[in-house]
């Protein structure tokens, strides 16, 4: 049995956040047969449920709420967990390792995970006056489907991969759709030209009005109406408005009582942060990944899961370190985008297509290939996750050649 400083009792870990990265450390804990307490706080009303199917499957309709949860009440009591949700944590005594909910409870630890995931970035001074959608949440999700059920056109604002699937499922239901992007480019953050360009293409094939370089200078709600005029301007009108511009970090917890922070909540490669005892996790965390030599932070499911499991071993007392290639997926209309990447700093690209609706773009620094980004092709994502752990070979030479196989080459590495 794992005992606590104190000698003898069982160890009692806290984890506070309900979402991918808490719900993965209690359940790393228990397949890895931990005999301690656990306890997992959440604030949402619902026990821990998968976020990806918000943009994508349940918002279609196409997958029912019973199945987002990531598993049944039952498994909890049953394993030993103590789930409490619908609560937020106010407080959290460091030094006498105290947790205070807002109910008024007092719940002691040995340890502590900080899950506290990502809170949405928000339009100023335009929330209450205008009620504008965002979707970061199952309640916000229901809420949203059952707008686009029953309206006809919506103006989203951002053109990121959220605001794109969001896209792509309100084209199912027949809405008009018209997406504002600031940037140049569509997810110009996060993949090359060339993927941006196919995807701006295909959205607009489709029926979706693309503006990029857009700045909204004017947004009036009339009734259940929204006019928008962006900068040059073109007038917009739609009767749902919602905003996908990217989350922060959410780290008003561990700023309140004194833990490090930077672009996060700063972690060490096995997931401890400043304060004795305590790990995070997660989006919320900025996590050193020993392959990378640098602290990153992802805002993934993998990522939250690869944390999670880190920290879970550490609190074992089996000594792990966060060494993954990270990986990412976007799914819109019949397409899946899938990103493994080591960096995202490249010179130059080379795309190998093999057909209109399949082909993988390879990212090199300074001859390095170091990121691989693919649509309909998880084979080419699931070599690249291997090779770049390996420190990949491939360079844009071997991409040139006729009979250039990618399986064939990455033999040498697997």
């Known amino acids: 049995m794992i005992q606590n400083s104190n000698g003898g009792v069982a160890m009692k870990v806290c984890v506070i956040g309900g979402g991918q990265a808490g719900f993965q450390v209690c359940e790393s804990l228990v397949s890895k047969g931990f005999k301690g307490k656990l306890v997992l706080i959440g604030e949402e009303p619902f026990p821990p449920y998968q976020r990806p199917p918000l943009s994508k499957n349940y918002l279609s309709g196409k997958l029912d709420r019973d199945r987002l949860f990531l598993r049944p009440k039952e498994y909890y009591a049953d394993n030993g967990i103590e789930l409490i949700y619908g609560q937020r944590v106010d407080d959290i005594n460091l030094k006498r390792k105290q947790i205070f909910t807002s109910n008024n409870s007092c719940i002691n630890f040995d340890k502590l995970v900080l899950a506290t995931g990502a809170d949405l970035k928000k339009i100023k001074n335009l929330d209450q006056c205008l009620n504008v959608h965002y979707l970061r949440s199952l309640e916000e999700s229901s809420l949203l489907r059952e707008k686009i059920s029953k309206d006809k056109k919506i103006i989203i604002i951002g053109g990121g991969f959220i605001g794109l699937e969001i896209a792509a499922i309100c084209l199912e239901f027949g809405l008009e759709v018209s997406v504002i992007e600031q940037a140049d480019r569509l997810m110009k953050r996060a993949v090359p030209n060339n993927?941006?360009?196919?995807?701006?293409?295909?959205?607009?094939?489709?029926?979706?009005?693309?503006?990029?370089?857009?700045?909204?200078?004017?947004?009036?709600?009339?009734?259940?109406?929204?006019?928008?005029?962006?900068?040059?301007?073109?007038?917009?009108?739609?009767?749902?408005?919602?905003?996908?511009?990217?989350?922060?970090?959410?780290?008003?917890?561990?700023?309140?009582?004194?833990i490090y922070c930077e672009d996060g909540i700063k972690v060490?490669?096995?997931?401890?942060?400043?304060?004795?005892?305590?790990?995070?996790?997660?989006?919320?965390?900025?996590?050193?990944?020993?392959?990378?030599?640098?602290?990153?932070?992802?805002?993934?499911?993998?990522?939250?899961?690869?944390t999670a499991k880190v920290v879970a071993e550490n609190i074992l007392g089996n000594s792990s370190v966060y060494d993954t290639v990270p990986w990412f997926w976007s799914d819109q209309y019949d397409l899946k985008l899938q990103i493994a990447a080591i960096g995202n700093e490249f010179d130059a690209t080379k795309k190998i297509k093999y057909s209109e609706k399949s082909f993988s773009t390879f990212c090199f620094n300074s001859d390095k290939h170091i990121a691989t980004f693919s649509i309909n092709r998880p084979a080419d994502i699931f070599i690249s996750k291997k090779i770049l752990a390996k420190g990949s070979m491939?360079?844009?030479?071997?991409?040139?050649k006729k009979d250039f196989d990618f399986k064939v080459f990455a033999k040498k590495y697997l």
């Open 394 to 400: 491939l360079s844009r030479e071997d991409l040139n």
């Open 195 to 258: 993927v941006s360009e196919f995807y701006e293409k295909y959205h607009m094939a489709r029926g979706v009005n693309i503006f990029t370089n857009a700045s909204i200078t004017e947004i009036d709600k009339v009734k259940n109406d929204y006019y928008l005029q962006l900068k040059g301007g073109k007038k917009l009108h739609g009767n749902v408005l919602l905003a996908g511009i990217g989350v922060n970090p959410n780290i008003n917890l561990a700023q309140k009582i004194g």
């Open 268 to 306: 060490n490669q096995n997931g401890l942060t400043s304060a004795k005892d305590v790990y995070a996790v997660g989006d919320c965390a900025n996590f050193y990944n020993v392959l990378l030599k640098s602290h990153i932070r992802p805002e993934s499911v993998q990522h939250s899961i690869d």
